[in-house]
């Protein structure tokens, strides 16, 4: 099984700072990662797949980059919104992993 | 727009069996895989597995001898039992569609093992 490790586990911000949230992959998944974001309550919403491939609807302050087994989300100009936990997946084998979330809370 | 809904008893017995639903709205069950993951309070998400309109499963081997999947195409809907639960298997169960990553959500029904 890939193990997928985030990090860091939680980062304190100020709106409209920008933040880089890193995603390591045990071994190589290509660029079959996804990004999720689960606001407190809810379900995950996908950000991003493809490593670098925004999902409809997802605000261009998103992007994502990295292939192989090291992979970064950008929050650029941070919104009041995006607090919340994001999620890292891979889907280049089975079975499906994710890491284990970061959190981005208001400093 | 794709919608889906997670449906089942929020409080389970140990030693018995978990069952939920999903009802998907908006789309065909016929197309895509449809998959449940679960997410203990405070923790990551974990993925127990899939199903194909054609009934075509896959599964965690961590819970591979306990899960089982079904597909009902004329109601649109999916279904997940997981046998011998214990207090660990308490979690918030996600149903979602597989389009290799997860593109739908269900919004999570709370399961609590307990007796």
């Known amino acids: 099984e890939i193990v997928m490790t985030q990090s860091p586990a939680t980062l304190s911000v100020s709106p409209g700072e920008r933040v880089t949230l890193s995603c390591r992959a045990s071994?190589?998944?290509?660029?079959?990662l996804a990004w999720y974001q689960q606001r407190p309550g809810q379900a995950p919403r996908l950000l991003i797949y493809?490593?670098?491939t925004r999902a409809t609807g997802i605000p261009a302050r998103f992007s994502g980059s990295g292939s192989g087994t090291e992979f970064t989300l950008t929050i650029n100009s941070l919104q009041s919104e995006d607090f919340a936990v994001y999620h890292c997946q891979q889907y280049s084998n089975w079975p499906r992993t994710f890491g284990q979330g970061t959190k981005v809370e208001i400093k | 727009q794709v919608q889906l809904q997670e449906s089942g008893p929020g409080l389970v017995k140990p030693s018995e069996t978990l069952s939920l639903t999903c009802t998907v709205s908006g789309d065909s069950i016929s197309s895509y895989y449809w998959t449940w993951m679960r997410q203990p309070a405070g923790k990551g998400l974990e993925w127990i597995g899939r199903i194909s309109a054609r009934g075509n499963t896959d599964y965690s081997p961590s819970l591979k001898s306990r899960v089982t999947m079904s597909i009902d195409t004329s109601k649109n809907q999916f279904s997940l039992e997981l046998n011998s639960v214990t207090a660990a298997d308490t979690a918030m169960y996600f149903c979602?569609?597989?389009?290799?990553?997860?593109?739908?959500w269900g919004r999570g029904t709370l399961v609590t093992v307990s007796s």
């Open positions: 071994q190589g998944v290509r660029s079959n």
């Open positions: 979602a569609r597989e389009n290799w990553y997860f593109d739908f």
């Open positions: 493809g490593a670098s």
